[in-house]
């Protein structure tokens, strides 16, 4: 099956001013447009056509690294225009407050967690929250990586790549974390992908 670039799921501006038209129309049409081309190109040939985006993620790690890095790069990225919304960030639903609380010491404690993860992410790559083993984690990863290589199901990520908050935030990598959790953070996306994982 070959890689698709869908729409964004809201206008380019709906998310501003945490994060601007610029930044979106930049990100998701030439960042993520280049990693469903490439990824394409790369595919073919590949052994690997025919397979779920998944398959191809996990298939590709350690063997083919110029497609895992696209492949990679393209689940990343097709879920997290869906971790981000409008008025996003607040309260969480009932169920995954419950698991945050259990596995992870409770929201402040995983929100520190996370945008710490981020913040000492050395260069570009990504911060998550994933389920592993029937447990909620907070992870980190470099570069077009994900939890799905390690063993676990990203149920929420933010890119750190410097494309994702260079325009908005320049350097300032921390307030750019603080307003995805805080302002932009689709808690309902999160809890679809925590039900399916768990
Ligand atoms: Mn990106």
């Given at each position: 099956?070959?890689?698709?670039?869908e729409?964004?799921?809201?206008?380019?501006?709906?998310?501003?001013?945490?994060?601007?038209?610029?930044?979106?129309?930049?990100?998701?049409?030439?960042?993520?447009?280049?990693?469903?081309?490439?990824?394409?190109?790369?595919?073919?040939?590949?052994?690997?056509?025919?397979?779920?985006l998944?398959?191809?993620?996990?298939?590709?790690?350690?063997?083919?690294?110029?497609?895992?890095?696209?492949?990679?790069q393209h689940y990343n990225h097709l879920h997290f225009w869906k971790w981000m919304?409008?008025?996003?960030?607040?309260?969480?639903?009932?169920?995954?407050?419950?698991?945050?609380?259990?596995?992870?010491?409770?929201?402040?404690?995983?929100?520190?967690?996370?945008?710490?993860?981020?913040?000492?992410?050395?260069?570009?790559?990504w911060?998550w929250?994933?389920?592993?083993?029937?447990?909620?984690?907070?992870?980190?990863?470099?570069?077009?990586?994900n939890?799905l290589?390690?063993?676990?199901t990203p149920i929420l990520g933010c890119d750190?790549?410097?494309?994702?908050?260079?325009?908005?935030?320049?350097?300032?990598?921390?307030?750019?974390?603080?307003?995805?959790?805080?302002?932009?953070?689709n808690?309902?996306y999160v809890?679809e992908l925590?039900?399916?994982?768990?």
């Amino acid at each position: 099956m070959s890689f698709k670039l869908e729409d964004l799921p809201y206008a380019y501006d709906a998310l501003a001013p945490y994060m601007s038209a610029e930044t979106l129309e930049y990100h998701h049409d030439k960042h993520h447009q280049a990693y469903v081309t490439n990824g394409n190109k790369l595919l073919e040939g590949s052994g690997l056509e025919g397979k779920s985006l998944e398959e191809v993620v996990k298939e590709s790690y350690g063997t083919n690294a110029g497609l895992f890095n696209n492949a990679g790069q393209h689940y990343n990225h097709l879920h997290f225009w869906k971790w981000m919304k409008p008025n996003g960030g607040g309260a969480l639903p009932a169920a995954l407050a419950k698991k945050i609380e259990e596995d992870l010491g409770g929201y402040d404690k995983f929100r520190a967690d996370f945008i710490n993860a981020g913040v000492t992410q050395f260069g570009s790559g990504w911060a998550w929250l994933a389920v592993k083993d029937g447990k909620l984690v907070v992870m980190k990863t470099p570069n077009g990586e994900n939890p799905l290589v390690h063993g676990a199901t990203p149920i929420l990520g933010c890119d750190v790549w410097e494309h994702s908050y260079y325009i908005d935030y320049r350097n300032a990598r921390p307030k750019y974390l603080e307003a995805f959790v805080d302002n932009l953070v689709n808690w309902e996306y999160v809890e679809e992908l925590f039900n399916k994982a768990i």
